[in-house]
């Protein structure tokens, strides 16, 4: 067995390709997607060394041209739910005394992977299955999630090497960091193919087994994900993919004495119901378990009258409609002084004027669809209430068709009511919401955004009035989790900007920090002693 003290790779960000119109990087990328569109994927689940075909099978097909399929997924059960804890179980002794630097060298062979000669697969995947476009792809299912990989790696050893920096004479303290004891439920989103794949993976690498239940509409890049874990050398049972209903994977995951945490991108509305079941069952589990949370946001942009209007303009373009806003952290909502709102306006139309809308196999489309016909239904119902609504007039977009591929047009509300409902609820659509108040109200504007939403995940602040900039971050402090000056309030980078919010966006822990690979440890402390006392009485019960 190896000994030593071993340095991990130095991370850095994983560079970005732009996939530019002749380039080879986008005549490969296009080949990719060629090929899956080509072919009929057979999906299976993945528990222990099974690849479970059920037989039971629903289609997969892209957002933005439904009637093409992608392919099929296996559909399990509860049956299905015990045996993936089975085998999380049965496969945990030997992966958590499997040594750090071995399972190190699995994850990063996964981000190389990633990086090298899957790059291609699961951009495409991402692209068809979830409809982002080539560079929303690229920054999120291949640089985010390598970053995640490669960084993670770097944290765990951080970690490990926090020890106690006194010890006694005689005596050695000594701190160990244990994986929890039982498994780990990893529940994730469509919207981010990087974030599928951390939530499962940043628990195993500190040495849990996991069971990972993606969202529907991300099984089919989920399941480029697996491969590569194959491929890769993870031993089987440490991750183990299912496909079965929410409500039939918790009633078995959550009654089970071995669960020990749960590790959660969704909605707010689904995060508090499995806490709250959690809660109710407290008393069966062996440890209180880890509860890890990133749920929904109503994200602010909130501009002083000194800010620039075309770089307010441009963040509220790349902020609001980038993957039709269906992203956390995406603007939803701004606050823009009466001063420079119709610069702002003028910047803001003509950006959307510009803006190319379609299929993600055509790099050209700026807007592709969003992610099934309850979301399309879901984000039209907020257009079609603001059209008839008093004081709320839609100044650009608000068409939507679902004929082909569920298609909304970016669409700008401009209301008089700053308590409006898509000013408050979260819509996670291409839908922004926009208020001007007087320009010389700034505090009393920074109290509307503070108080508004129950939400707290990102915001930002345009001024080149430095007072103000420091009037916002104080005031705003427990707003946003991810807090921007002068920029958008997306694009968190790992390493960077660890990405979490507060309040009712969930629990802070950091996804891209050492905050939350903490989180999947239990640590304990050992203190020897050399030479062990012989007689149990203290100096002071000598006589005088």
Same mark, same amino acid.
């Not at 929890?180 to 087994?209: K, S, V």
């Given at each position: 067995?190896?000994?030593?003290?071993?340095?991990?790779?130095?991370?850095?960000?994983?560079?970005? *390709?732009?996939?530019?119109?002749?380039?080879?990087?986008?005549?490969?990328?296009?080949? $990719?997607?060629?090929?899956? *569109?080509?072919?009929?994927?057979?999906?299976?689940?993945?528990?222990?060394?099974?690849?479970?075909?059920?037989? =039971?099978?629903?289609?997969?097909?892209?957002?933005?041209?439904?009637?093409?399929?992608?392919?099929?997924?296996?559909?399990?059960?509860?049956?299905?739910?015990?045996?993936?804890?089975?085998?999380?179980?049965?496969?945990?002794?030997?992966?958590?005394?499997?040594?750090?630097?071995? /399972?190190?060298?699995?994850?990063?062979?996964? &981000?190389?992977?990633?990086?090298?000669?899957?790059?291609?697969?699961?951009?495409?995947?991402?692209?068809?299955?979830?409809?982002? =476009?080539?560079? #929303? $792809?690229?920054?999120?299912? %291949?640089?985010?999630?390598?970053?995640?990989?490669?960084?993670?790696?770097?944290?765990?050893?951080?970690?490990?090497?926090? #020890? +106690?920096?006194?010890?006694?004479?005689?005596?050695?303290?000594?701190?160990?960091? /244990?994986?929890?004891?039982?498994?780990?439920?990893?529940?994730?989103?469509?919207?981010?193919?990087?974030?599928?794949?951390? @939530?499962?993976?940043?628990?195993?690498?500190?040495?849990?087994?996991?069971?990972?239940?993606? %969202?529907?509409?991300?099984?089919?890049?989920?399941?480029?994900?697996?491969?590569?874990?194959?491929?890769?050398?993870?031993?089987?049972?440490?991750?183990? @993919?299912?496909?079965?209903?929410?409500?039939? %994977?918790?009633?078995?995951?959550?009654?089970?004495?071995?669960?020990?945490?749960?590790?959660?991108?969704?909605?707010?509305?689904?995060?508090?119901?499995?806490?709250?079941?959690?809660?109710?069952?407290?008393?069966?589990?062996?440890?209180?378990?880890?509860?890890?949370?990133?749920?929904?946001?109503?994200?602010?942009?909130?501009?002083?009258?000194?800010?620039?209007?075309?770089?307010?303009?441009?963040?509220?373009? *790349?902020?609001?409609?980038?993957?039709?806003?269906?992203?956390?952290?995406?603007?939803?909502?701004?606050?823009?002084?009466?001063?420079?709102?119709?610069?702002?306006?003028?910047?803001?139309?003509?950006?959307? &004027?510009?803006?190319?809308?379609?299929?993600?196999?055509?790099?050209?489309?700026?807007?592709?669809?969003?992610?099934?016909?309850?979301?399309?239904?879901?984000?039209?119902?907020?257009?079609?209430?603001?059209?008839?609504?008093?004081?709320?007039?839609?100044?650009?977009?608000?068409?939507?068709?679902?004929?082909?591929?569920?298609?909304?047009?970016?669409?700008?509300?401009?209301?008089?009511?700053?308590?409006?409902?898509?000013?408050?609820?979260?819509?996670?659509?291409?839908?922004?919401?926009?208020?001007?108040?007087?320009?010389?109200?700034?505090?009393?504007?920074?109290?509307?955004?503070?108080?508004?939403? +129950?939400?707290? @995940?990102?915001?930002?602040?345009?001024? *080149?009035? /430095?007072?103000?900039?420091?009037?916002?971050? $104080?005031?705003?402090?427990?707003? %946003?989790?991810?807090?921007?000056?002068?920029?958008?309030?997306?694009?968190?980078?790992?390493? #960077?900007?660890?990405?979490?919010?507060?309040?009712?966006?969930?629990?802070?822990?950091?996804?891209?920090?050492?905050?939350? @690979?903490?989180?999947?440890?239990?640590?304990?402390?050992?203190?020897?002693?050399?030479?062990? $006392?012989?007689?149990?009485?203290?100096?002071?019960?000598?006589?005088?």
């Amino acid at each position: 067995m190896l000994k030593g003290f071993f340095n991990v790779p130095e991370p850095k960000n994983e560079p970005v *390709r732009n996939y530019a119109p002749g380039s080879k990087e986008r005549a490969s990328l296009q080949e $990719a997607i060629a090929s899956a *569109r080509s072919q009929v994927a057979d999906i299976p689940m993945y528990i222990g060394s099974e690849e479970i075909r059920t037989g =039971n099978t629903s289609s997969l097909h892209p957002p933005h041209d439904h009637q093409h399929l992608l392919g099929h997924y296996h559909e399990g059960d509860k049956g299905h739910v015990t045996q993936a804890i089975n085998s999380a179980l049965g496969a945990k002794p030997a992966w958590e005394n499997m040594q750090w630097e071995q /399972r190190a060298a699995i994850f990063l062979k996964i &981000a190389d992977l990633l990086s090298g000669p899957y790059r291609d697969k699961i951009n495409a995947a991402t692209m068809l299955g979830q409809s982002k =476009n080539a560079f #929303q $792809a690229e920054i999120d299912a %291949a640089c985010e999630l390598i970053d995640f990989l490669r960084f993670n790696v770097k944290f765990m050893t951080e970690i490990y090497a926090q #020890q +106690p920096p006194i010890s006694g004479e005689g005596v050695w303290n000594r701190l160990e960091q /244990r994986p929890l004891e039982g498994f780990i439920f990893a529940i994730t989103p469509f919207n981010f193919t990087a974030i599928a794949g951390n @939530l499962p993976t940043a628990p195993a690498l500190m040495g849990n087994t996991v069971i990972w239940k993606p %969202a529907h509409t991300q099984i089919y890049a989920a399941h480029v994900l697996m491969q590569v874990f194959k491929e890769a050398g993870l031993p089987d049972g440490v991750i183990n @993919l299912i496909y079965v209903d929410g409500p039939e %994977a918790g009633e078995v995951i959550f009654s089970h004495p071995d669960f020990a945490g749960l590790h959660f991108t969704g909605s707010t509305g689904v995060f508090q119901h499995l806490w709250k079941t959690i809660g109710n069952n407290i008393s069966r589990y062996k440890t209180y378990p880890r509860i890890v949370g990133e749920t929904g946001g109503k994200d602010f942009v909130i501009a002083h009258k000194s800010a620039h209007p075309k770089a307010v303009a441009t963040a509220l373009s *790349r902020g609001a409609f980038e993957y039709q806003g269906q992203k956390c952290s995406a603007a939803s909502r701004a606050y823009i002084p009466s001063n420079i709102w119709e610069e702002v306006k003028e910047y803001l139309l003509q950006d959307l &004027a510009s803006m190319k809308m379609g299929g993600t196999e055509d790099f050209g489309n700026f807007i592709n669809a969003v992610i099934d016909e309850k979301a399309f239904d879901k984000i039209s119902g907020y257009i079609d209430a603001a059209r008839k609504a008093s004081n709320v007039e839609i100044i650009a977009g608000g068409n939507v068709d679902k004929s082909k591929g569920y298609f909304i047009e970016p669409t700008v509300i401009l209301v008089e009511d700053p308590l409006y409902k898509t000013m408050v609820e979260e819509i996670f659509g291409p839908v922004l919401t926009i208020y001007v108040y007087q320009g010389d109200h700034f505090e009393e504007a920074l109290e509307l955004v503070d108080q508004t939403s +129950p939400y707290a @995940l990102t915001g930002g602040v345009f001024s *080149r009035d /430095r007072y103000a900039i420091e009037m916002a971050t $104080a005031k705003l402090r427990h707003a %946003a989790g991810n807090f921007y000056i002068n920029d958008k309030p997306t694009g968190a980078v790992v390493g #960077q900007q660890p990405f979490g919010g507060s309040r009712a966006s969930g629990t802070n822990d950091k996804a891209g920090s050492m905050i939350n @690979l903490l989180r999947w440890v239990s640590p304990r402390t050992i203190k020897e002693t050399f030479v062990s $006392a012989t007689d149990y009485r203290y100096p002071f019960l000598g006589e005088s």
